[in-house]
């Protein structure tokens, strides 16, 4: 059976639920195939009304009907609803795919019987506008149309790659967290325009801009280094700038930091 109909149910109602359930629908799911539940009414409302989903108050009705069920809860809450699920009378019928951040799956296997369908992802927040990037990888018992589902779902939400699982730590600190950087720059940079008189959403816009600019333009040449020779002309402005990096070590803090995410990474899937 194509995904396209198969019964999708998301337990947890917040952020990445939302955007993936967005996604989903402007690909082609049906709202009818698509469940929600999370203790708050409000948050599920808001769900029914903007997408014309199914959703409730109690996860089970998510557990009864579900060929999918998408955990999207934070991961200290990953123990109660895994232990809940468990009760369900076939739950290996159930192909599980978990969101949390940092939780491993064999950690997830602990809670479900033997034998259970496991696909773990990692999305960022661009999902939301669909121009994520998810990662996947999977246990032993996924099969591979299991696999291409997943794929296919992720794919409503932007791009997908698939990975082995001791690769999601460096994934996590640079890909699920790589738009906070983005941010961070950009907020600097805004910093820096503080002495120009437009609007600060105009100059917010600008400089967004010329980070989505500069993006597509590496998706056109291999190498960033050529890119960045091309805008540096000896002598000139950019110049000054790069060399004030260079001599503030930032490429060595920026790797420092990618390297302190990714063991934060481990440390939160070992605990
Ligand atoms: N946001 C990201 O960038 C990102 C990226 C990758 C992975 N993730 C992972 O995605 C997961 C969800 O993150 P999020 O940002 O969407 O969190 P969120 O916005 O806080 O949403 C969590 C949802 O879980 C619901 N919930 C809490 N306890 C529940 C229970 N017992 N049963 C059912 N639902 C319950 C909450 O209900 P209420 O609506 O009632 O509060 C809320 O709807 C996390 O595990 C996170 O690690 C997030």
Not at 53 to 65: G, L, P
């Amino acid at each position: 059976m194509n995904v396209f109909s198969k019964k999708v149910g998301f337990i947890g109602a917040g952020n990445m639920a939302s955007a993936i359930i967005s996604g989903m629908i402007t690909a082609g799911f049906e709202p009818k195939n698509i469940i929600a539940s999370a203790p708050t009414k409000s948050h599920l409302k808001s769900l029914s009304d903007t997408f014309g989903i199914n959703t409730s108050t109690d996860n089970e009705d998510v557990y009864k009907d579900s060929e999918i069920v998408i955990f999207a809860v934070k991961p200290h809450k990953m123990n109660i609803v895994l232990e809940e699920f468990n009760k369900k009378t076939h739950p290996k019928d159930v192909l599980i795919i978990s969101l949390a951040a940092g939780l491993k799956i064999i950690n997830i296997e602990k809670y479900l019987p033997s034998g259970q369908r496991i696909i773990r992802a990692m999305p960022n927040t661009p999902s939301s506008i669909r121009e994520g990037v998810t990662a996947i990888c999977q246990n032993k018992y996924a099969t591979i149309n299991d696999q291409e589902n997943a794929e296919t779902l992720f794919l409503s939400v932007g791009e997908v790659h698939h990975l082995q699982e001791q690769e999601m730590d460096i994934f996590t600190a640079l890909i699920g967290s790589g738009p906070a950087y983005v941010f961070y720059l950009i907020e600097s940079l805004l910093e820096s325009a503080s002495k120009m008189k437009m609007e600060e959403k105009s100059k917010k816009d600008m400089i967004a801009s010329m980070i989505a600019g500069s993006a597509r333009l590496a998706y056109e040449e291999d190498s960033p280094l050529v890119l960045r020779k091309n805008v540096t002309s000896p002598g000139g402005v950019t110049e000054r700038a790069i060399e004030e990096f260079e001599k503030n070590n930032l490429k060595k803090t920026i790797l420092k930091a990618i390297e302190e995410a990714i063991n934060k990474s481990k440390e939160l899937g070992e605990n």
